[in-house]
């Protein structure tokens, strides 16, 4: 895993394992030059310093001048973030983990809510918080398949928001628990609608995204369409706008389950086809949802690391060595 310290300068963090496409012709999204599959795509190291989309929305580095900026226009307001995350079946395994690096780097000195969206509630840590920050457990039924949660997470999300999490937090973010903070995450990622870039398809043309191709689905993107590929496991905003996102992407999927059809990338293919129609007011760069792979690029600063798509990207004999 590459790895560089937080006083790493832009032209270090361009040393990775792409370095020898340093040369390569300028990158666009809807580019149809480079060679399909990773290693073989033509991709300009100069997308690492995309700090503003084609229609101004901000991309977040979080070291950046701009990300100072941010911080500084918060640090004077009051206002409580909520964070949800569902934790079911063997998930349970990475809790502790997620909420104890939240708590070291997680808008720190902030107002926060943990909100445990569980059907096991003996699996909540037993945590002593500071006053400002809370862990609020939300039963849920149980769901022994994965599969199965990825067709009711956006509308048990919806539901949450609109019975009660909108009553208690001006922002929401919403993760999946198999991740863990190891650096600062601060007021910088807070916006309207925020999503976040997916770490493998960074910097690659428009065409190797993938997005849904099943023309029946609500979750088809047609040739052409889109700006970047959003990961899932990580968005937010404030929670009138997240709960406009869930209660889109639950009906998209229950239309899809309707013709017995769900979407090759789950709920992420829902999420990207929302987010194509209603684009991001903020972006996270692949700082903040990041895991070591042959396909992703390097990042000046690992802020949030997926320990779940690590393992699924490792080889099998290496994946005992990362406790997988």
């Known amino acids: 895993m590459v790895c560089v310290?937080?006083?790493?300068?832009?032209?270090?963090?361009?040393?990775?394992?792409?370095?020898?496409?340093?040369?390569?012709?300028?990158?666009?999204?809807?580019?149809?030059?480079?060679?399909?599959?990773?290693?073989?795509?033509?991709?300009?190291?100069?997308i690492h310093f995309l700090n503003v989309t084609s229609w101004y929305a901000p991309v977040v580095w979080g070291d950046s001048t701009e990300s100072e900026r941010r911080r500084g226009e918060f640090a004077y307001r009051t206002f409580r973030t909520g964070l949800v995350v569902f934790v079911l079946g063997r998930y349970s395994q990475y809790l502790l983990r997620f909420v104890?690096?939240?708590?070291?780097?997680?808008?720190?000195?902030?107002?926060?809510?943990?909100?445990?969206?569980?059907?096991?509630?003996?699996?909540?840590?037993?945590?002593?918080?500071?006053e400002d920050r809370e862990l609020r457990p939300m039963r849920v039924a149980e769901m022994p398949q994965w599969n199965h949660l990825s067709k009711v997470r956006m509308s048990l999300l919806a539901d949450a928001i609109r019975g009660t999490i909108a009553k208690e937090v001006e922002y929401l973010f919403c993760m999946d628990v198999d991740q863990e903070f190891i650096n600062p995450v601060g007021t910088e990622i807070l916006g309207d609608l925020v999503a976040t870039l997916h770490p493998e398809y960074f910097g690659l043309p428009l065409y190797t995204f993938p997005y849904e191709k099943v023309k029946l689905s609500r979750a088809f993107v047609e040739e052409g369409e889109g700006d970047f590929y959003y990961t899932s496991e990580l968005y937010g905003g404030l929670c009138a706008e997240v709960y406009a996102l869930a209660e889109a992407c639950s009906r998209f999927i229950l239309q899809d389950s309707e013709m017995g059809y769900h979407a090759m990338q789950y709920e992420e293919s829902y999420l990207n086809?929302?987010?194509i129609n209603h684009r991001p007011t903020l972006l996270l760069s692949p700082e903040y949802s990041w895991w070591d792979s042959p396909r992703t690029l390097d990042v000046p600063i690992q802020r949030i690391v997926s320990l779940g798509r690590q393992c699924a990207s490792l080889e099998p004999q290496n994946k005992e060595t990362r406790k997988c």
């Open 5 to 46: 310290s937080n006083s790493a300068s832009p032209t270090d963090f361009l040393r990775g394992r792409r370095a020898e496409l340093r040369n390569m012709p300028a990158f666009s999204p809807h580019s149809d030059s480079g060679v399909e599959g990773r290693e073989g795509d033509q991709v300009d190291e100069t």
């Open 100 to 130: 104890v690096s939240a708590e070291r780097y997680f808008l720190p000195g902030e107002n926060i809510v943990y909100y445990i969206m569980t059907d096991n509630l003996r699996s909540i840590p037993d945590l002593e918080l500071p």
């Open 273 to 275: 086809r929302y987010l």
